[in-house]
């Protein structure tokens, strides 16, 4: 059973512009929304993540937005640069407890940003 | 610090072989990791360690088998490969608790993957 739904599956931005990457979960007992990044040939790597007691997190070009009455996530990248092109991976976990910070991921966004 | 590593880099396998992935980390994390990583599908879990000796099923660990003998080290092990096992696999590892150097305490550490294809 898929918990963390991703969209689009892929996306075209041109130099510049803003890229946005949704994430919707089912799991009210998610804390923890991490975002990794993927290049071609390597293992996915660390973003960002935010957790559900802030709506926005922020990074140099990189947001997360967050709203937890729709249970929805979203990665902004602004600014967009082809070396950004990249596949993009959401993911949740819990936290508290007895938690061994399994990472449900989505499904993965191709980002490519055109020049 | 060489950080997570995977040997081998890419397998072929024929239906029925046997093979184990080897998966090494130097940054003293507690747990570990196996995922794959199939097109349209994301990281699927395969099996996880929470500490050397100890080892349980994630989302999909049929037909795969795990073991932990040391904390730096996860193997992962196919003993009867079939077409449906061909696949990028990740091993990743993170650290047990907060306030450990290095950062985030949920941050999970990938290695390079492994691409395997079963014929």
């Known amino acids: 059973q898929q918990q963390v739904k991703q969209s689009p599956q892929s996306l075209i931005v041109q130099k510049g512009g803003i890229s946005i990457i949704n994430c919707a979960y089912e799991?009210?007992?998610?804390?923890?929304f991490p975002w990794y990044q993927q290049f071609p040939g390597k293992g996915p790597a660390l973003l960002i993540a935010?957790?559900?007691?802030?709506s926005e997190k922020k990074e140099g070009r990189f947001t997360i937005s967050f709203n937890k009455s729709a249970k929805q996530f979203s990665l902004h990248i602004m600014d967009s640069q082809p070396g950004d092109s990249a596949t993009y991976f959401c993911?949740?976990?819990?936290?508290?407890?007895?938690?061994?910070?399994?990472?449900?991921f989505g499904t993965g966004t191709l980002l490519a940003v055109q020049p | 610090n060489a950080g997570v590593t995977q040997t081998p880099k890419f397998r072929v396998l024929k239906t029925g072989q046997s093979m184990t992935l080897l998966c090494a980390q130097d940054?003293?994390?507690?747990?570990m990791y196996w995922y794959r990583q199939d097109p349209g599908m994301g990281l699927r879990l395969i099996h996880y360690?929470?500490?050397?000796?100890?080892?349980a099923k994630g989302e999909v660990p049929d037909g795969y088998n795990v073991s932990r003998l040391k904390k730096q080290n996860f193997l992962l092990g196919l003993e009867s490969a079939a077409p449906s096992q061909t696949s990028v696999y990740f091993c990743?590892?993170?650290?047990?608790?907060?306030?450990?150097?290095?950062?985030?305490?949920?941050?999970?550490?990938f290695g390079p993957g492994t691409r395997l294809t079963v014929t």
């Open positions: 990743a590892s993170s650290y047990l608790s907060r306030g450990l150097a290095g950062g985030s305490s949920y941050e999970q550490y």
């Open positions: 799991n009210t007992a998610f804390d923890y």
């Open positions: 935010i957790r559900p007691d802030v």
């Open positions: 993911a949740a976990t819990y936290t508290f407890g007895g938690a061994t910070n399994k990472l449900i």
């Open positions: 940054m003293n994390h507690e747990y």
């Open positions: 360690s929470v500490g050397e000796g100890t080892t």
